[in-house]
């Protein structure tokens, strides 16, 4: 038996395990459709946040609503009643809201991937239940705050001795610098403002609140800052790889690979 929409496809937890060579605590979150890898936080610390955003709810979350809707069908059985349809979907409909609620429970009190959370929280059951929103290779570094960001790239990856924004000369590159802030992209930013309405949200500044929103409401907005998050994080990514084989750039922020580069990652 199987609880529908909106707790889409159950993740891999949900089945019988299967062997898998993944590290523990490996840094990386696989994206719809892309097969990319999304560089992350430490596993432990955006799990709450990415499993917001993939749909997907925490597998003890989802089993304990389904164990519910088994014990109830157990009960009538066994009183000598047999579950009409539309008992079994009223059930189902009450399981899917309980998910709902204690996920939003629990990721109300994350301590980490707060960037994500207090943005989708908001609008959560919309979230899950909207009808589009591929989450793209970009789109998905812009939602997490995990990505090519001087911040990140300083606290998180270890790959540079500053968190500056190496566009502007900002001295703290946050993900909210550099999608709503940095004049790099002042031109592709007005674009998807004018493209999304973001262009007269009012006087408050631009937040990742304000761009959640956005892509709920509309497909073509969700397009929009969709291939914002392409263009300037792609643009940064470029400009990251050129830094990393410039021969006079500092050690850690050379290109390594493989064992070399976690080792360097988890490093104190
Ligand atoms: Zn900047």
Known sequence: M???????????????KKKSKKKKGKASEKV?????????????S???AAKSQTNTPPWHIEAAALADIYWKRDRSRKSGHEPTYEEMESWRTEGREAILNRWREELAGAR???WTLDAIMPVFKEWTERRWGTLSYHLTQGLTGHGCFGSYLHKIARREPTPTCHHCGC???TPQHTLFDC?????????MLRLTGLDNHGSG???????????????AKWQAIQVFC?????SKEEAERAREIDPGAPQMRRRRTGRRRRDFVRAP
Do not use: C, M
Not at 230 to 234: I, P, S
């Open 2 to 16: 199987a609880v529908s929409a909106p707790t889409t496809v159950p993740g891999p937890e949900t089945g019988k």
């Open 171 to 173: 001295v703290n590159d």
């Open 46 to 48: 955006s799990v709450p």
């Open 32 to 44: 719809e459709n892309t097969g990319e890898s999304v560089p992350t936080a430490p596993a432990h």
């Open 112 to 114: 980490y991937g707060r």
């Open 205 to 219: 500044a631009l937040n990742l609140t304000l761009f959640v929103r956005s892509i709920l409401s509309d497909e």
């Open 183 to 191: 004049p790099a992209w002042n031109d592709h930013r007005d674009t």
């Open 230 to 234: 392409q263009f300037v994080l792609g």
